[in-house]
């Protein structure tokens, strides 16, 4: 592995001692209380804060701190002394709320590895398991770090095993933990084969190293075994010596193998601890160390040329050219807005000129911040592999490539999940209405999975989101950081339409008045897909029956007419389009004409090819003590929900259904009334479906009659 020294390269820590990883999990797992252990411990933070009080670091908005839950993905950094080397941690805790999972999305987008952490008590968990899938796409490597072990009811191999069923991971557990709930004192370390006991008085700052207790010695052998027979599978050599019966290979040896298989993906490694409790988040910062990649471990980034579109790639090195994706847009106090980037080659200096190939244009960097939360830290120069932030510049967008002027590369953009619930808003007064613009286009910006429209027929602004709480942050965010009130209706599923049958329909716009008249004449095809294919557009014309300028304004006309539905007003989607035949006039025909003949085409045809509606389908888990499980399901049943699984887990009660989401408003309220507070759920959106009959009709009836409503008023 090449090495870049910090002396030559002006860098504070060698490239290969640099660590970008993400704190992932579902919600509650104690993501955000492992991220300020790791900063106390680390002597990044002086003092501990706790979730419950409010005075966590990385959790520093005020919705964030009053509800207890992570809404931003916030970045920090800090040093970590092992076995005598330091080593910088670039960190982003992130949130796990579904509601937020874009911020998950972003993060793992340019991040090198992960700690992902489950709960003791409950295992793997419906959002573990989404955020598990998104760290698979992006290939990030990762260990699983099982905490909260001194809660009541907490079975580190209950957890261990739904790693290994529910996520299908080859999973290796490097620890056991010595106890459980109160009795939880500390861990054996199944590489060392040595014990760790936590000193209880000093906020786990201190530890004995000492032999496996008594009891745990025949379990520890046998874990052992099994660890080394996994982790010889990645080295052919250690792999000759195991079968020729040699199994006594040293710490060092067994901890080079695992990290060769971390870093291929084909293995994760387990650990058990209690942030909470101050123990065992040292042991996960060296295995962190030890087994995630530094940024010469992964292969160069791809891009392709700009201007040629051919494929280019940049190796990590600080004599690359430069280039960074930026990632994070952040409403800031005191300079507007931060623009968080992550260099994959080069460096960047203040005062150097960065290319925009997205855009074409070049600018100035005046700012490099290093950041901490919400706090930050002016510096001259960052290399590759750094995570830091700039202030915002015209051209800063999510998603987009940050180059050198003289050899540009456009890498990869960052794609978002779609919104799944609108709500219709509007502002309290005249003088909020122009803040109302301001606050969302700014918030629109920052969030891709935030998007605002304008009904055409009712005039209203519609916001849409992943969720009701996300909607409620935005509007709170609205108020709190834009000083801008406004009133907000009901939630509102985006619903989706589609065609279930082929037609052909003729479109045709003539317009005679005395002069140069329209003309624009059209045959389309409509044909349903298969669900999740989306919109395909076919140019079939033969024989230069609609002259070849015509075509991308009939393209245009179908795409929009797309918009305005066939049954409801919802979005087509999942349908084929093929133009076949048409006719047009040497003098009348224009683009416009053509446009319009294709919009009437394809809103006649879709009323005649069996159209429906398609509603968004939740995965959701829902936990209840035993005695309240009837009364759960026969309210799940109420809403149409299928259910897929039941079980125990401890002397807890899981249901796992899929849900629409129509029917899911104010479930919270119900839930706690049905089971006394005492249930929880989690849901998350899983995929789109037609409706039954009863409910399409009952949508297309409130449709026509606020149509109707809607021309009394005109």
Not at 87 to 95: E, G, S, W
Not at 172 to 197: C, F, H, N, S
């Amino acid at each position: 592995m090449a090495t870049q020294t910090a002396a030559k390269s002006g860098r504070q820590v060698p490239l290969e001692k640099v660590r970008n990883i993400g704190i992932i999990a579902h919600i509650d797992a104690g993501k955000t209380t492992t991220t300020e252990r790791i900063l106390y411990y680390t002597g990044r933070v002086h003092k501990i804060g706790e979730v419950h009080e409010g005075s966590t670091t990385t959790d520093w908005m005020p919705q964030e701190r009053e509800r207890g839950i992570t809404i931003t993905a916030a970045a920090t950094y800090c040093q970590w002394k092992r076995n005598e080397i330091d080593y910088q941690i670039n960190i982003i805790d992130t949130p796990g709320h579904v509601d937020f999972t874009a911020e998950v999305e972003r993060s793992l987008r340019v991040l090198d590895g992960a700690v992902t952490c489950f709960d003791g008590v409950q295992g793997v968990e419906p959002q573990s398991e989404t955020v598990w899938r998104q760290a698979d796409k992006y290939n990030v490597p990762r260990i699983a770090y099982i905490n909260k072990m001194d809660r009541l009811g907490a079975d580190f191999y209950m957890s261990f095993d739904s790693i290994v069923e529910k996520l299908g991971a080859n999973a290796a557990a490097i620890q056991l933990p010595i106890g459980a709930e109160d009795k939880y004192i500390g861990l054996v370390d199944l590489i060392e084969m040595k014990a760790r006991v936590w000193h209880s008085d000093d906020l786990g700052a201190a530890w004995d190293v000492v032999e496996i207790p008594a009891n745990m010695v025949e379990q520890a052998k046998e874990w052992h075994d099994k660890l080394v027979e996994k982790i010889v599978d990645f080295d052919d050599d250690m792999m000759t010596s195991y079968l020729e019966g040699k199994t006594n290979f040293s710490p060092d040896q067994l901890r080079k193998t695992l990290r060769k298989g971390v870093l291929q993906g084909k293995i994760f490694p387990v650990l058990c601890g209690s942030s909470y409790k101050n123990k065992g988040v040292q042991t996960m910062l060296d295995a962190v160390c030890d087994f995630l990649p530094c940024p010469l471990d992964l292969p160069s980034v791809k891009g392709t040329d700009p201007f040629k579109g051919s494929a280019l790639e940049r190796k990590a090195d600080d004599n690359e050219p430069f280039s960074a994706l930026m990632f994070k847009l952040q409403p800031d106090p005191f300079v507007g807005k931060l623009a968080f980037f992550r260099v994959y080659s080069g460096k960047l200096s203040v005062g150097d000129t960065v290319f925009f190939p997205g855009t074409r244009n070049s600018e100035r960097i005046g700012r490099i911040l290093r950041m901490h939360a919400n706090k930050r830290e002016e510096i001259k120069e960052v290399f590759t592999g750094d995570i830091a932030a700039t202030v915002a510049m015209k051209n800063s967008r999510v998603g987009v490539t940050m180059t050198s002027e003289e050899n540009p590369i456009l890498l990869e953009t960052i794609k978002f999940p779609e919104p799944v619930i609108s709500v219709a808003i509007e502002p309290k007064s005249k003088a909020d209405e122009e803040k109302m613009g301001h606050a969302m286009a700014a918030l629109a910006e920052e969030d891709q999975t935030f998007r605002i429209k304008t009904d055409v027929e009712t005039g209203q602004t519609i916001i849409s989101g992943m969720g009701e709480l996300h909607l409620e942050i935005i509007v709170d965010r609205m108020k709190r950081e834009f000083k801008d009130e406004a009133n907000v209706g009901r939630p509102q599923v985006a619903y989706r339409e589609t065609v279930r049958k082929k037609v052909k329909e003729e479109g045709k716009f003539i317009r005679q008045s005395g002069g140069r008249g329209q003309y624009g004449h059209c045959w389309l095809e409509i044909e349903p897909q298969e669900m999740g294919k989306g919109f395909e557009f076919v140019d079939d014309i033969k024989q230069g029956r609609i002259p070849r300028e015509f075509i991308p304004a009939i393209e245009k006309g179908v795409r929009e007419a797309l918009d305005g539905g066939a049954l409801a007003g919802f979005p087509l989607v999942d349908i084929k389009v093929t133009l076949i035949d048409g006719s047009f006039h040497e003098v009348d025909s224009s683009e416009i004409a053509f446009k319009i003949a294709a919009a009437m085409a394809l809103r006649s045809g879709c009323k005649k090819a069996n159209p429906t509606i398609l509603e968004p389908i939740m995965k959701f888990e829902a936990t209840t003590p035993e005695q309240y499980m009837g009364d759960v399901i026969g309210d799940l049943n109420a809403r149409r929900a299928k259910i897929m699984d039941m079980g125990n887990r401890g002397n807890i009660k899981f249901v796992r259904a899929t849900v629409p989401l129509s029917e899911l408003f104010g479930y919270a309220t119900a839930v706690r009334s049905i089971s006394q507070g005492r249930a929880a759920f989690t849901m998350e959106p899983s995929h789109y479906e037609e409706v039954p009959n009863n409910v399409l009709k009952a949508i297309v009836e409130k449709h026509a009659a606020a149509e109707a409503a809607e021309g009394k008023a005109r």
